[in-house]
């Protein structure tokens, strides 16, 4: 079971893991979260 959230730094590792979530049937969105950081939220 996946999070309802992640924060990660920099924006290749958010991508890999929304890209994992949307390949296990997830609705994701990607918003930037500070300076160099970013959140991926499980919808």
Do not use: Q
């Not at 890999?16 to 990607?30: C, F, I, L, N, R």
């Amino acid at each position: 079971m996946l999070p309802e959230s992640v924060v990660v730094s920099g924006l290749p590792v958010a991508v890999a893991y929304a890209s994992y979530a949307e390949a296990h049937g997830h609705t994701v969105g990607v918003e930037r979260y500070g300076r160099a950081k970013w959140r991926v939220s499980i919808k």
